[in-house]
């Protein structure tokens, strides 16, 4: 008694283990009893005994009597507390989980209190933490912004601007608390209670709903009204203008009377291209009639607010255009106004429509729904001008500004902005070539790195490494292939001499030499597309192989950490301005002294790549190969090259840029794979004869198979059937309906009037052994998520691990059983209301529908339903799952365990007592529907052979199944690893698998990935193959 008086602790019973330990330690603490609950006392320990039997009997004072009663057996506070602990830890995980799932989607009621909200969130994380969970004040933060009511998105927002200094939590609570007072303050609201930042946020929102009741106008009260305070200048009396006096009416104010438009507007100057936004305006207005979309007539006047005139209104309609971003908007009931010297959008119609409007210092936005468009800017002269342009305008922009810069004789875009005249942004071939100058030359002169280097035969290859070696004297070692002409001759003696060192690959074995393999490739790929691109003629590949190793060595590359080789190189990062369209159009500069002087002073070339001295250009027609710094692009035109080009018999080298001066010329080189020659001696003669090769799946074959595939069946189609048939189907039908009503799937309810039911169908099978299968499948395309289901995953066991499970059974020694659950996804019972149509043959005509109970085959919740039924079941029986892998439940009976394994309907049982594995294989035979078990040989198609040190897997009948159905058992056999030139080869041109080559190479994987590792290498090479089937 003395405990309680001391401490006031809730018995515990079962709930809030996590809480309740945390105060059970504080006492033992401050006892200095709490290492009684660690460890047992020490029998030889008289003082040790006493503290043991005092921590027992307090122990006991805080435990329900419930409780208390299933730990009959413990005798000492240690061995209950540890009881405890096993009991109750475990579900602290869980009860972890369910808690992260409340916060998460945790929403604030109409109902409840933002206090009583804020309240409810902080216990949540007060239990996560009790649990041990690290949960930081912004996360706290971030649960209560989640999920607000809409009229909190203003606070919201400015809350998620402020600097992260002053986002506490105590400062976010009464902000929310502050908010919601003066929300609930129906008198009035005042902007400076509450002090939020107003440079990024308006708080408008907030106003809309107040409503004046001496003026009926919004966003203020009649408290604050300004009319009611008004006095009349001309009658003496409060509550109206001037303007509005009854007493005292002007003769425009009388006629106004009987318009239909009586709008009024600051007057101003006004600019005629663009609209001036005006908050004084009460209408859009518009003089320019063919801005209209559509036009209706109309008649009213116009007043201005601080002037006597009045214009006349001819029509209202609609004008469709763009403001920032091509954001397109339509302004609506806009009046078109003849005499008006200008455009004017008004304030009070843009909000109207839902948007805020938000001045700045220079700029004007719009925001909707937390988006923020720029709309506007200020002018000199104080107004805000708008950047809505209408369509048709925006129709003939381009045109008008090249007309303009046409008109200025091309002057500069310089020019013509500061004259406030439209500039072009498009490419002028005049101007080019008019106007070409040559390029400033500037103070960082480097040279390239790139060192590719076109041959015309191998034999030049050792007169490229003498240049290449000239130039970079660093060179110590060459990894190269078994070409001859690297180990034999010139090569390898200047290679000797310069002690270099060559490493030559093992012939057959291109992945030793893997980066250049890959480098060859990446290069063919990328001056192939630019020859596809550019139109040029195949001859011109060895010009795109040079520009695409320059542009490869200023790419990123992932091998070498996202560096470019260039910075790896040079230490320094790459200039990418001078970058351009292969194949473009190119402009360069004629010298002066090979021109006269109303001569073009540029020539159209195309550019072919790069060169330290400037750009390669090819003349089209003289045929020949320029370089030059001085030259102008226009990329955004793509060159059709059209012309005709003969290769010319030359003995030409290859185009050495570092050896030509700036405006060089030479012939074109044109490299060609033909003219590649091995200078090798004693080479074999290739033969020449066809080789032929086995047709495994002629189109006889193919069509016979297709023949004696599962035939499918209409329901319809069933009452064609000769009349023996129809009753083999009948019986089939009876039979699903049967399993159907066994397993209570369905209740025939009246559909609500807010709900949709989902249709069914059959599907009917007849196998090739003869036998008909009818199966009811629910149409799960039909179902909504987040209304007939919110998850679908359901785990199944990997085969990593069911490899490692089938060991250990091993090193248990235990009896592994398999079992097949029949029907299992029939099991699973729904969370969610669903209703289906009634079956074809079996509807009662009544109108109502099959409301599911079970999760029917069909439906997208289907595996997961029948997965969490049979995991509570496992869970009942005293197995535990894995964290790591969630198909595996482990019980452990004294020093016995049992292991059980399940992938989708299949299970794998083991253990090494018998007796109890007999006891849950009944007590599973009671829950579900399931086949005899047996003694496991085979699970998943994955034969199972257990000795008595080793453990034997294969999948033999899988490998003899795929090779029948390939057409492949009397194929050769091939020793593996294998080579992977050996596989190159067998592909080569005039070879090809006449056969689903994809299908086989992904048949074969899986059986690598399940229990043939060894052939995963050349399956892979396999798969780089790259055959069209």
């Not at 007043?303 to 214009?311: H, I, Y």
Request: charge should be positive; hydrophobic fraction near 35%; charged fraction near 30%.
């Amino acid at each position: 008694m003395a405990l309680n008086r001391e401490y006031t602790v809730t018995p515990f019973d079962g709930a809030n283990f996590s809480v309740w330990n945390r105060r059970v330690k504080a006492i033992f603490a401050a006892k200095e009893l709490d290492e009684f609950l660690e460890k047992e006392a020490d029998a030889t320990n008289d003082i040790e005994v006493s503290k043991s039997k005092k921590a027992y009997a307090i122990l006991l004072t805080l435990l329900d009597d419930k409780i208390l009663s299933s730990l009959q057996k413990e005798d000492t506070a240690f061995k209950i507390w540890k009881a405890l602990i096993s009991t109750y830890e475990a579900k602290g995980a869980v009860n972890h989980i369910l808690t992260r799932k409340r916060l998460a989607t945790i929403r604030k009621s109409k109902e409840t209190s933002m206090r009583q909200h804020i309240d409810e969130i902080l216990k949540l994380v007060s239990d996560l933490r009790v649990s041990g969970a690290e949960v930081s004040d912004i996360d706290s933060i971030v649960y209560i912004l989640m999920f607000l009511p809409k009229e909190y998105e203003s606070v919201k927002v400015a809350l998620e601007n402020q600097p992260n200094v002053n986002l506490t939590l105590e400062f976010v609570t009464q902000r929310l608390i502050d908010f919601e007072a003066l929300m609930n303050d129906s008198k009035f609201i005042d902007k400076s209670s509450i002090k939020y930042p107003t440079d990024n946020v308006t708080f408008a929102a907030k106003y809309k709903k107040l409503i004046c009741n001496f003026c009926s106008k919004k966003r203020h009260t009649s408290k604050f009204c300004r009319l009611k305070a008004s006095k009349c200048f001309s009658c003496g009396k409060a509550g109206h203008y001037k303007r509005d006096c009854p007493v005292s009416k002007t003769a425009a104010d009388s006629g106004a009377r009987h318009s239909a438009y009586e709008i009024t507007f600051a007057a101003g100057t006004l600019n005629e291209d663009k609209f001036s936004i005006d908050s004084g305006a009460t209408s859009h207005m518009c003089s320019r009639k063919e801005w209209f979309s559509s036009l209706e007539p109309a008649s009213g006047i116009i007043k201005c607010a601080s002037k006597s005139a009045v214009l006349q209104v001819e029509g209202i309609g609609i004008i469709r255009g763009e403001i920032s971003n091509n954001v397109n908007l339509n302004l609506k009931d806009v009046l078109y106004v003849p005499n008006l010297n200008g455009q004017l959008l008004s304030v009070q119609k843009i909000e109207a429509a839902g948007f805020c409007v938000i001045f700045k210092k220079e700029e004007v936005f719009l925001e909707k729904e937390n988006k923020c468009l720029l709309f506007g800017h200020r002018k000199n002269c104080g107004q805000y001008i708008s950047d809505f342009i209408p369509h048709c305008e925006i129709a003939l922009k381009s045109d008008i500004d090249d007309l303009w810069h046409r008109r200025c004789g091309h002057s500069c875009n310089q020019s013509l902005k500061q004259l406030g005249l439209p500039t072009i942004s498009s490419f002028c071939e005049v101007c080019t070539r008019a106007k070409q100058c040559a390029t400033p030359v500037g103070k960082d002169d480097y040279s390239r790195f790139t060192e590719r280097r076109l041959l015309k035969r191998k034999s030049n290859a050792a007169s490229e490494l003498k240049n290449f070696c000239q130039l970079n004297p660093s060179v110590k070692k060459i990894r190269c292939d078994n070409g001859k002409e690297y180990v034999d001759g010139e090569f390898l003696k200047f290679a000797n001499e310069a002690g270099i060192k060559i490493d030559p690959s093992p012939p057959y074995t291109p992945c030793l030499n893997g980066v250049a393999e890959r480098a060859n490739r990446n290069l063919l790929e990328k001056g192939r597309a630019m020859i596809f691109e550019s139109n040029l003629p195949k001859n011109f590949w060895g010009f795109a192989i040079l520009t695409a190793a320059y542009i490869n060595n200023r790419m990123p590359n992932t091998s070498i950490d996202g560096h470019t080789p260039y910075y790896l190189k040079y230490n320094t990062h790459a200039d990418l301005k001078n970058l351009r369209v292969f194949g473009c159009d190119a402009y360069t500069l004629i010298p002066s002294s090979q021109r006269k002087k109303l001569d073009d002073k540029c020539k159209k070339m195309i550019f072919i790549g790069y060169s330290s001295m400037g750009y390669r250009l090819l003349d089209p027609t003289t045929k020949r190969i320029i370089m030059s710094k001085n030259v102008k692009f226009n990329e955004e035109k793509k060159s059709s090259n059209d012309f005709n080009y003969v290769s010319p018999n030359i003995d030409g080298s290859e185009l050495d840029a570092e050896n030509q001066s700036e405006e060089s010329e030479t012939d074109i080189f044109a490299p060609s794979t033909e003219q590649s020659e091995d200078t090798s001696e004693g080479t074999v003669r290739k033969s020449s004869r066809e080789k032929k090769h086995p047709i495994r799946f002629p189109e006889s074959e193919i069509y016979q198979a297709m023949l004696f595939q599962e035939e499918t069946l209409k329901f319809d189609d069933i009452s064609t059937l000769p009349h023996s048939e129809q009753q083999n189907w009948k019986a089939a039908l009876d039979e699903e309906m049967e399993s159907m009503k066994e397993n209570d799937v369905w209740d025939l309810e009246e559909l609500p009037m807010d709900r949709k039911a989902i249709s069914c169908r059959w599907v009917l099978r007849k196998k090739r052994d003869g036998k008909n299968k009818a199966r009811l499948v629910a149409r799960g395309f039909m179902q909504k998520e987040g209304v007939d289901y919110f998850e679908t995953f359901s785990p199944v066991i990997s085969m990593p691990a069911l490899r490692l499970l089938l060991i250990i059974m091993l090193n248990e020694n235990s009896n592994v059983l398999v079992l097949d659950v029949k029907t299992a996804f029939l099991n699973g019972e729904l969370n969610e209301t669903i209703y289906m149509d009634q079956l074809k043959g079996y509807d009662d005509n009544t109108g109502r529908k099959c409301r599911l109970k079970k999760s029917l085959y069909g439906l997208k919740q289907a595996p997961r339903q029948w997965y969490q039924k049979f995991l509570n079941f496992v869970n009942k029986l005293g197995f535990k799952q894995l964290n790591s892998e969630s198909c595996i439940f482990i019980r452990q009976v004294n020093s016995n365990k049992i292991f059980m394994a399940l992938y989708v309907d299949d299970l794998l049982l083991g253990g090494s007592d018998v007796q109890e594995i007999n006891v849950i294989v009944d007590m599973l035979c009671k829950e579900f529907k399931m086949s005899k078990s047996e003694k496991a040989s085979e699970f998943l198609g994955i034969r199972i052979e257990f000795t008595s040190d080793n453990l034997l897997l294969d999948q033999e009948s899988y490998i003899l199944r795929l090779l029948k159905k390939y057409k492949m058992l009397d194929c050769n056999p091939c020793y593996i690893p294998i080579e992977t030139k050996a596989i190159a080869a067998t592909f080569e041109k005039g070879n090809h698998f006449n056969g689903p080559y994809r299908e086989l190479v992904g048949s074969l994987l899986y059986l690598a990935y399940v229990s043939r590792p060894d052939i995963l290498f050349a399956v892979n090479c396999l798969s780089q193959i790259p055959l069209i089937h």
